[in-house]
């Protein structure tokens, strides 16, 4: 049995390969932080107590600033695969706490790097890049298209990228770094901009909201399906040989566009008659324009997505209708029978 270790496990990525690396056969640990209230909603349907026979989920509480707790568990657990997911991820906050952010997502990865490199054991590495590393780049961005990143957070993701290139470099480590452009899901936190959205249009219509706050609605971005991009990085660890992907649709769409399409699904009315743009929500510097180039992935490893910009919506709007006991309108529900016959992750 593969052992795998997952830094942020309770986050919307995490608990989706959580999810399929257990479908796979993998004894599963996750790092969680600790912290007054519970954050393990997202895997909470995965829990069995511990001390039943034949458990292969383990939590672990850890910290990516704590560079002897990492020691610890990596010697501890000696997974055979560590998928390092766990982050600061709010790209608009990371301006709010830019040293912490730097702390935890930079020198976070080192320290788990530093964990394999001295352990001396034969770990596979996932490093979870970012398509914010591109930041002002031209589109379509590739493997090949220089970083400008625009963030602390895309700033301490480019520090990550090329630090486990040089670990793989230097070291031999099996590393590679998955630059996934956004993807969504209905596990999505609630502050970033598509759940905000979705979960908006729900309350809206259950009468519980009148109105959403928004920044800047003219950025536009590469969204794909979250479930589909976790099974890709298990991929990029079966490899013979390390690389790095970009992991993307190929499409970009505006936030505008992403509310007439939300709104028309959902049917509840025009979106002007309930938006309103609030200049907190709005970067010192923004991005303005993300889309992925993605015949690496196609041609080395047979990926592409099934889930592109209008069937993501669907999928979302009627996971939170549900959420709130209401009707949903169903297209998303029957995409996915369709699309995932053999689904391995929960309903949402």
Known sequence: ?????????????????????????????????????????????????????????????????????????VNQIKPDEIYHLG?????????????????????GTL???????????????????????????????????????????????????????LYQEAHGIFACNGILFNHESPRRGETFVTRKITRAIARIKAGLDKKIYLGNLDAKRDWGFAPE????????????????????TGENHSVKEFLDEAFKYADIGDWHNYVEIDPQYFRPAEVEVLVGDTRKAKEKLNW?????????IKIMIDADFRALSLNPPGEGDKILREEFPNRWWKTD
């Open 1 to 73: 049995m593969k052992k795998a270790l997952i830094t942020g496990i309770s986050g919307q990525d995490g608990s989706y390969l959580a999810e399929f690396l257990l479908n796979k056969g993998y004894e599963v640990h996750g790092i969680i932080r600790w912290d007054s209230v519970f954050t393990t909603q997202r895997i909470e349907h995965l829990y069995q107590d511990p001390h039943l026979n034949g458990v292969n989920l383990f939590a672990d509480y850890g910290n990516l600033t704590d560079t002897g707790n990492i020691e610890k568990l």
């Open 87 to 107: 982050a600061m991820s709010h790209v608009r906050v990371s301006f709010d706490m830019p040293e912490y952010t730097c702390n935890t997502n930079a020198l």
């Open 111 to 165: 320290r788990i790097l530093e964990a394999v490199k001295n352990s001396g054991l034969p770990i596979k590495f996932y490093m979870a890049a970012s398509s914010e590393m591109f930041g002002a780049s031209i589109p379509p961005q590739s493997e090949d298209t220089p970083f400008h990143p625009r963030s602390p957070y895309a700033c301490a993701k480019v520090f990550s990228y090329y630090i486990t290139q």
């Open 229 to 248: 991009y976790v099974e890709v990085m298990w991929k990029m660890l079966q490899q013979t040989k390390p690389d790095d992907y970009v992991i993307a």
């Open 304 to 312: 592409q997505p099934k889930i592109k910009f209008n069937e993501l």
